[in-house]
Structures are given as C-alpha cells and as structure tokens.
C-alpha cells in the first residue's frame, strides 16, 4: 500500500472513530444550565443556535454560548414564559401593578339600583377564589372571561354611582369579547368592546368598600396601572 493511501485511510479511521464516540456519548452527565440552575438535568452533547427544537420531553435549553436538548425531572422544570394569549380553557388571575390582584366583589360598589352587585376590584391579595378567571371563547376570534360565580365579566355603561362611565363587572350571562395585547416590555393589557383599556382605577368610586377598583377609560397601554401580569392557576 502506497505512502498516500495509508494516509488517506489514517484520515478516514480517525473520523470513523470521532463519530461513532459522538454517538455514543450523545448524553452528558448532569449539570446546570441557565434556565434552571441547580436543576440536575441530562442533555444532547451538541451545540446548536437558539432556534433549536426539540421532541418532548426534552427542552431547548441554553449551556453556556450553546443551546442543547435538554430533559428535566418532572418537578423541576423551567416555568413556562408567562404569555397574554392564554388558550380557552385556561384558568387565570390577573395582577396588577400594584401586585394585587383583580377580583370579583360583591357589593363592594354601589350598583344603579343595586343592580350589578359583582363588580370587577384589584384588591385581591391571592390567586385564587373570586381572582380566578377562565378564559372561554367569545366567538369572532375574540375571548371573554368566566368569574368563579358563573357569570361573565364585561364592560357596563353607567352602572356604578358616582364611578366612570364604563366600570368592568361581573353580570353578564354569555361572554363578553375581550382582547389580550402584550406590551414591549413583556406587560398585558386588556381591550374592552369600546376599544379602551382596563385599568385598575385608585378611589374613583365613591363610597367603595376598597380603594382600587377597575374601569375602562384609558386610550394609553402603556400607562402602568392598565399593565398587568398574567398568572395561570393549575
């Protein structure tokens, strides 16, 4: 066998080689990744881009410059990036700016003719009970929220004494189109039928039994009292 041809073959064996122990050391040992530090995790020994994907349960995840598929255990993984688009179905709190949380109230504001005693209020210091919604489709496109009693919640004109124009409560017995929007700065808001936004509303309601209630008034998404945050509850 010529000088040449020795070499060429060197060559060949040793990508032969390179592969086939790629192949079988296609799983590292554990270790922390920036997602989930501290986690213990195992991951494809690769490095790829950040448009990486990857076939459940392992998840793209970012090692150092390099992003690799990833699996977590099942109580230990990342949480999911909060979205303003939650699916129907969907059970979810909103929280304000002030970290409370809206809420459904009950004779917390006085009604035209004690007529709509649910109203919508961001005093809620908890996700759960009267601040859990369900998003439900409201045909169109558009979604609505369901309120803990059954009722729907959505714009009502002139129904609260002494308060803006248009107050968010809780009266309505099909779904009242609502649409989520997210801000540049990762923010939700929430636009009404009327094309305003909703917006936590500090003592605009005379003789409210809590200070913040919530109205629908403001043209700005990005003024931080119509920002929310949006919580799912499991």
């Avoid at 099942?74 to 949380?101: H, Q, W, Y």
């Avoid at 929430?190 to 919530?214: M, Q």
Wanted: include cysteine; aromatic fraction near 4%.
């Amino acid at each position: 066998m010529s000088h040449r041809n020795m070499l060429r073959n060197t060559g060949l064996c040793t990508v032969v080689a390179s592969l086939a122990a790629l192949a079988s050391a296609m799983l590292l040992e554990p270790r922390t990744s920036a997602l989930a530090q501290d986690k213990p995790e195992i991951c494809t020994r690769i490095c790829a881009g950040p448009d990486l994907t990857c076939s459940p349960p392992w998840i793209p995840t970012k090692l150092g410059q390099c992003w690799a598929c990833c699996r977590f255990d099942d109580e230990k993984l990342p949480a999911p990036a909060p979205s303003c688009a939650p699916s129907v179905g969907t059970r979810i709190a909103l929280k304000a700016d002030t970290g409370r949380f809206y809420k459904r109230c009950r004779n917390c504001q006085k009604s035209r003719n004690d007529s709509y005693p649910d109203t919508v209020t961001a005093h809620g210091t908890a996700a759960t009970g009267a601040a859990v919604f369900t998003v439900v489709d409201a045909g169109g496109g558009k979604v609505g929220l369901k309120a803990d009693n059954g009722k729907y919640v959505a714009r009502c004109n002139g129904c609260i004494d002494g308060a803006p124009p248009d107050m968010l409560t809780v009266h309505a017995t099909a779904p009242s189109p609502i649409t989520f929007e997210k801000q540049a700065n990762g923010k939700c808001v929430l636009k009404a039928d009327n094309g305003k936004y909703v917006g936590r509303c500090r003592g605009c309601t005379p003789g409210a039994t809590v200070e913040d209630v919530v109205s629908i008034r403001e043209t700005d998404p990005n003024k931080p009292y119509v920002q929310l945050e949006i919580v799912i509850v499991k």
